[in-house]
């Protein structure tokens, strides 16, 4: 008698508790049905097929070329916010020796260290450059002589050249006439652009003692004042204007 009773109460414990789990089961349900939006979220995709694509260049030699994984996404917002250029949104990431190099007409490097090339990579990106490809490196710090040996390694029969401030570069969006702006101290030295020219188009352009892509990361990042980081975009707009303008 006392295992029937038994029985019957563990039955009646099953029950309740099933109950009580399909009832919570439908609670949640109910809530999930309710905090789902009236129409589905759609990723943002650029529908223009002509928008300007920008790659970070995933390149080799040392350096960190990830640095700052907020500056491009900043940079491509602001292009969108104050021009009527159609930039790509999203941030891809090339190497010189990736199939689609030359999707991407804009290529940014930056990070601390070397840059170096393979022989192979030389001949890609000069092949790219040539074909109307256009590459910024950032020094973020530490790349300066390295990499200014590399650009006269990558180009033998050009002078490297330090771009005068009326070049059309420095005014041809937002007016910059004492050349680029003075973002983050490095060295207590003057920012300087230094560039490569071929047909009389900049092809590459490199920034030393200004470090803009800093001044594109979050502003919680370097805690840099707003005036700066709106200098720093300006002047990414700048570069962006004449790679893809001139």
Known sequence: ???????????????????????RAQQDIEQLRNARPA????????PDPSAVNVARLHYSGGGDWYWGNSAI???????????????????????????DLF??????????????FSTEEKERLRQYLAGGGFLFVNDSYGMDEPFRKEMARLFPERDIVELPFDHPLYPCFYDFPNGPPKIHEH??????????ILNGRVVMYFLVESDIGDGWEDDVVHNDPPEKRR???RMGLNILTYATLF
């Open 39 to 46: 129409t589905p979220v759609t990723p943002k995709v650029n």
């Open 73 to 99: 996404p900043n940079f491509l917002r602001f292009v969108c916010d104050n021009s009527d250029f159609a930039v790509d949104t999203l941030e891809y990431q090339v190497t010189i020796n990736d199939p």
């Open 1 to 23: 008698m006392r295992r029937l009773h038994f029985r019957i109460a563990f039955s009646a414990v099953v029950a309740l508790l099933v109950t009580t789990a399909a009832t």
């Open 231 to 233: 200098e720093a975009l």
């Open 187 to 196: 060295d207590k030295k003057p920012p300087r652009g230094y560039a490569v």
């Open 103 to 116: 999707r991407y007409p804009f290529l940014f490097a930056t990070g601390h260290g070397v840059i170096s």
